[in-house]
């Protein structure tokens, strides 16, 4: 990224990744293997690994927030929404 912190940047990142988590576990039982693409998306965005990866990243905007002040705060709330 050109602009933006640490904070903002993992506030997009969580959200994204935390969504596509949610979203990849919800369709895995249903989702066609024979669909490649789809398949292989689904896969990614699901399983242990991938619970660990969100995990990870949430606990690195986790402990971002505790070292920002409270402008750096708005500057994430602002790029999550």
């Given at each position: 990224?050109y602009?933006g912190?640490?904070?903002?940047?993992?506030?997009v990142?969580?959200v994204?990744?935390?969504s596509?988590?949610?979203w990849?576990?919800?369709v895995?039982?249903?989702?066609?293997?024979?669909d490649?693409l789809?398949?292989?998306?689904?896969?990614?965005?699901s399983?242990?690994?991938?619970?660990d990866?969100?995990?990870?990243?949430?606990?690195l905007?986790?402990?971002?927030g505790?070292?920002?002040?409270d402008?750096?705060?708005e500057k994430?709330?602002?790029?999550f929404?």
């Open positions: 990224s602009e912190t640490l904070g903002e940047i993992l506030s990142l969580v994204a990744e935390w596509y988590q949610s990849g576990e919800k895995l039982p249903i989702t066609n293997r024979d490649f789809t398949y292989e998306w689904v896969d990614l965005h399983g242990d690994y991938f619970r990866v969100v995990s990870y990243l949430r606990g905007l986790d402990k971002e505790t070292l920002i002040d402008e750096g705060k994430c709330k602002a790029a929404l």
